[in-house]
């Protein structure tokens, strides 16, 4: 199945390891640029994930308001780039600019 959008589109690529269950989320626009990214971090990860070999790779495309991500305590949504930088936006300030 192939999908197509007129403007890249951030993705959420989940790398699973053999014999862990939690996976390592990598964010990228395309599996290249993903693939790339997991092998520079593959040694910063904690010790558990070396000498591992990667057994399976997902991909998520966020939906607004409802995907999230938790970084140094605070909860972030996505939101996409037409609302933040980055794509992703403070829960707080989601919440204020729509609410419910």
């Not at 599996?31 to 991909?59: M, N, S, W």
């Not at 409802?66 to 794509?87: A, C, D, H, Q």
């Amino acid at each position: 199945m192939s999908f197509t959008f007129d403007k890249p589109c951030l993705r959420l690529y989940n790398y699973y390891f053999f014999g862990i269950e939690k996976p390592i989320v990598i964010q990228a626009y395309n599996k290249i640029e993903a693939r790339q990214k997991i092998d520079k971090v593959k040694f910063k990860l904690p010790a558990e994930y070396h000498g591992r070999k990667v057994i399976g790779e997902t991909v998520i495309i966020p939906s607004f308001g409802v995907t999230e991500r938790t970084e140094n305590g605070k909860v972030f949504l996505w939101v996409g780039r037409e609302y933040s930088s980055t794509g992703w936006m403070p829960r707080e300030i989601f919440l204020k600019k729509f609410p419910e």
